[in-house]
């Protein structure tokens, strides 16, 4: 047998057995073996083991919190965790010092004794000081969802904006939250001179978050004036801009209409950016669509604060398409859940179109039934089967048509020109003259009727 016949064979064994290795322990779920072929290392992750806690009472009731842990579950996945169990108590009211009941948490601290639990994930926001007596019991690390949220962010951002938004997000919410554990601090980013005299570590901490969100605030500035000049320069256009819960599928439907190439993955939050792309309804009309960032219950208020600059081209748009998961058992939580932060964001007046998507999910015909009469006004759609496609685009051109008008014009010349005074505010569609008179066919949108009347009226 050649000798090079007996490397490849060595070779290639010992690819499959590390290739099963990879298979074998990502399942175990232990922790990942990761083989960086760069530099011919191998190197063994951890994946963090971790437990939820919620409370279900007079607010909630346990189904609701099942849910919630669900959900909670995902957003922990995403970021990387291993669920090893869940704890929820009944109690009518969070505890002010431990959330849960004192009793709970000497149960939990069994548990992670006896489990190797590295974190430990509440469902609800937790106070500064009801983290620090929590972590003193369990003797782990804690988080609660908000601070999940705000990982995963910065763990997705891609892009300068996207970056500068979720850090600020962070310190805001770190802020409040700064305590002696934090001591280090100053001495990470500081130097000669960061530290005052006569002041306490703490307050050096805090001036050093303080003057890093400044700074932040103004890069975001800055960054915003550069988008909104890039938006001003399409304004005439049309745009319509798809939004959401995360996960409901605005990005593959993005994909299908435009032709982009946004990422689509099962996970929660996989956009951040926003995308703008033109999309033709039929032969003679062309909008704007932008994709952006997924909404989720309990958005920490930071973030949505943050994120305002990536809204944007949603606060703007001149149709908002809701796109919902129909397949979702809770979609109608979500629909209240968007609703709720639309309305937060300022943008519950906006002309608004329902699309319940993966249409192809839904077996239950009487369901299927039901969710059609209660919204009527609704469209269904798959985008990854693309179903329902033509529909869509028949809905969005008959709004378009509900939000401009077409009038003929006629202009005496007596009074010279007066056309170029339509050009900023219509579209001309039409042009014919004869010795007196130009004949002007224009579509305009009707917020601006009151202005074409007035030129019409002086130069007719
Ligand atoms: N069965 C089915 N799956 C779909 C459909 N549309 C999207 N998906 C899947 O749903 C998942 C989420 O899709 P995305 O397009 O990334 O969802 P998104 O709303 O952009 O999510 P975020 O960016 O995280 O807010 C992906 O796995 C898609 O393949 C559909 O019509 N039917
Ligand atoms: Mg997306």
């Not at 001495?187 to 978050?209: A, C, F, N, S």
């Not at 224009?442 to 009727?449: G, H, L, M, V």
């Amino acid at each position: 047998m050649p000798v090079s016949f007996f490397i490849l064979v060595v070779l290639s064994s010992l690819a499959f057995t590390l290739h099963f290795l990879h298979i074998k322990y990502k399942n175990a779920g232990d922790f990942l073996l990761m083989i960086d072929k760069s530099e011919n290392t191998i190197i063994f992750t951890e994946a963090e083991r971790c437990i939820l806690v919620g409370i279900a009472g007079r607010e909630q009731s346990r189904w609701e919190t099942e849910d919630h842990l669900d959900e909670l579950e995902s957003l922990a996945e995403t970021s990387g965790a291993e669920i090893v169990e869940r704890f929820i108590q009944d109690r009518p009211a969070p505890d002010p010092a431990f959330f849960v009941g004192r009793g709970k948490l000497e149960e939990i601290a069994q548990f992670i004794e006896w489990n190797n639990i590295a974190l430990v994930i509440f469902d609800d926001d937790l106070s500064p000081a009801q983290i620090k007596n929590i972590e003193n019991i369990l003797n782990t690390k804690v988080i609660d969802r908000s601070a999940l949220i705000l990982d995963i962010f910065a763990d997705h951002a891609r892009t300068n904006e996207a970056k500068v938004q979720v850090e600020l997000a962070q310190l805001n919410y770190l802020l409040p939250r700064l305590t002696r554990q934090w001591q280090h601090l100053s001495r990470q980013i500081g130097g000669i001179g960061t530290k005052g005299p006569g002041e306490t570590q703490l307050e050096t901490d805090r001036r050093l978050v303080r003057t890093r969100i400044a700074h932040l605030k103004t890069r975001l500035e800055k960054i915003s004036r550069q988008s909104l000049t890039q938006r001003q320069q399409r304004s005439e256009m049309f745009r319509a801009a798809l939004i959401g819960y995360t996960n409901a599928g605005k990005s593959t439907l993005m994909n299908l209409l435009s032709g982009a190439e946004v990422l689509v993955e099962n996970k929660l939050f996989a956009t951040l950016d926003t995308t703008v792309r033109k999309i033709n309804l039929d032969k003679n009309t062309e909008i704007l669509l932008s994709d952006t960032v997924g909404f989720i219950r309990k958005l920490p208020h930071h973030l949505v604060a943050s994120f305002r600059t990536t809204l944007a081209e949603a606060a703007e748009a001149d149709l908002l398409i809701q796109v919902s998961d129909l397949s979702h058992p809770h979609f109608e939580d979500h629909l209240l859940i968007v609703n709720q932060i639309l309305s937060d964001l300022k943008f519950s007046h906006k002309k608004r179109l329902l699309v319940f998507n993966k249409l192809d999910k839904v077996k239950n015909s009487g369901l299927l039934e039901r969710i059609k009469s209660d919204y009527p006004e609704a469209v269904f759609i798959s985008a990854s089967r693309q179903i329902g496609i033509p529909a869509l685009k028949k809905h969005i051109l008959s709004f378009m048509e509900e939000l401009y008008e077409v009038d003929q014009i006629k202009l005496n010349y007596l009074h010279g020109t007066a056309e170029h005074l339509f050009y900023p505010i219509a579209e001309i569609l039409e042009r014919r003259s004869d010795d007196s008179y130009l004949y002007l066919k224009i579509k305009y949108a009707k917020e601006n009727k009151n202005r074409i009347m007035q030129i019409a009226e002086r130069y007719k």
